[in-house]
Each structure stands twice: as structure tokens, then as C-alpha cells.
């Protein structure tokens, strides 16, 4: 096995956090790739050797897994912000329930009661806390407010219809980003450390209602 080459798999399980495992017989090695799901057929790119280990990028899902369903937000598979929209949220409790059996089993030390975990009583909009990131949608595109790209660290990928919050911070989101692109400014670039917008942060209290509203920049004009 070498960097770079391709190869076709199952994957069998997906451990904590987000890491399918793909056995190859005939190379007798598995390899680790990430935003899968079990059972999906993948093809995908070698990227790592270390140590014996091996991780992969998935390039294409050739096969999707019996249990997938049609991800209700628009911007999945996209955004980084989301893993298992593609699931039914009972799979997505059974996946996240072994998860975290397999690690208390290793770090607890003995016999111990194992309760399982409980499902939330609202599936969508129920984030109270979000922070949305300023950058361009692809390198020297126009501007954006919203989550990183899946497995990037600077293309920035809007996201006005994002159902993990309420309809408050998508207006909020629109509001800004529109505010933003006619004052002309540009966003904070890290590696060049010049710009004005950085991050946007909303808050919302669950019980009464109120919402913060906090729009970081730099000192720049």
C-alpha cells in the first residue's frame, strides 16, 4: 500500500470520533476514512502511512448503506457542521450509543451500570449557541458567513437553511452577511492577518426568548 493509490471498500463500523474502518483483504490492513457511514461502499484515496496505520479521504460513495435516508438540510455532505443527517435519528442513537459504550468499557476499570443514552426530544433547531465563521466560498470568491467546508480549513459554505437552529439565526445569518457584502469590507484573512470580519456569534435563551448578538472584527478599516 503507498500514498496516493485508490482502492474500494465496505466500511464495517464508524468509532468515535467519525472514523469508519475499512478492511482490505488484500492487503490484509485497515484503513480509517472519515464522514461515512456503515455499510457504505466507498471509493477512497490513500493520504497517510504511519506506524502500520492508514487513513483515507473518501473520493466517491459507490454504494450508500440500506439505512440511509435523504438528509433533511440542504447543505449536508458540504458542510462540516453535520455527520449523520443521512441516518435515521433511531440509527443515529444505535451509532452514537456504541460509541460511547466502547470507550466507557476501556477507560472504567471494572463492572459498572450501563443506562444507554437518551434521545433528544427535539431532532431539529435545537442548538442555542452557534458561531459562524466569515471567508470566501472558494479561494478569491465572494464573501460568506457560515460553516468550514467539510475537510477544509478556509472555504466557508453558507448556510441560510441550516436545521440545526431555529429560524431566528438564519435570518440573523442572511441579515448579517447582506450588511456585510454592501459595507464593502473584507474578512479576516489568517495567513495574511489582514481584514475586518471574523466570526459571528449568536446566542439564544432557551426560556425567555432573548438573543445575543456578537459580531467579532479586527481593528482594520
Not at 492487503?27 to 455499510?39: L, S
Not at 490513500?46 to 450508500?64: D, F, Q, S, T
Not at 426530544?121 to 465563521?133: G, I
Amino acid at each position: 500500500m503507498k500514498k496516493g493509490q485508490v482502492y474500494e471498500g465496505r466500511i464495517e463500523t464508524v468509532e468515535f470520533p467519525n472514523k469508519g474502518k475499512i478492511y482490505l483483504p488484500e492487503e490484509e490492513k485497515t484503513v480509517i476514512v472519515k464522514n461515512g457511514v456503515p455499510g457504505q461502499k466507498v471509493r477512497f484515496s490513500v493520504n497517510k502511512i504511519r506506524k502500520g496505520k492508514a487513513e483515507g479521504r473518501i473520493l466517491e460513495v459507490l454504494e450508500p448503506s440500506e439505512k440511509e435516508i435523504p438528509p433533511s438540510c440542504p447543505h449536508f455532505g458540504q458542510c462540516g457542521g453535520c455527520t449523520y443527517q443521512n441516518l435515521p435519528y433511531e440509527e443515529q442513537l444505535k451509532l452514537k450509543e456504541g460509541q460511547i459504550k466502547a470507550m466507557m468499557d476501556e477507560a472504567v476499570d471494572g463492572p459498572y451500570i450501563w443506562e444507554g443514552i437518551q434521545a433528544s426530544p427535539r431532532k431539529e433547531a435545537y442548538r442555542n449557541k452557534m458561531e459562524f465563521s466569515f471567508g470566501d466560498e472558494y479561494k478569491d470568491g465572494p464573501l460568506a458567513l457560515g460553516m468550514h467546508k467539510r475537510g477544509s480549513f478556509h472555504d466557508i459554505v453558507n448556510v441560510q437553511e441550516c436545521r440545526i437552529v431555529d429560524e431566528d439565526f438564519r435570518k440573523i445569518l442572511s441579515c448579517t452577511l447582506e450588511y456585510a457584502k454592501n459595507s464593502g469590507l473584507p474578512y479576516y484573512h489568517r495567513m495574511r492577518h489582514t481584514g475586518f470580519y471574523r466570526h459571528l456569534l449568536v446566542r439564544k435563551a432557551v426560556k425567555t426568548g432573548e438573543i445575543l448578538i456578537d459580531l467579532v472584527t479586527t481593528t482594520q478599516e
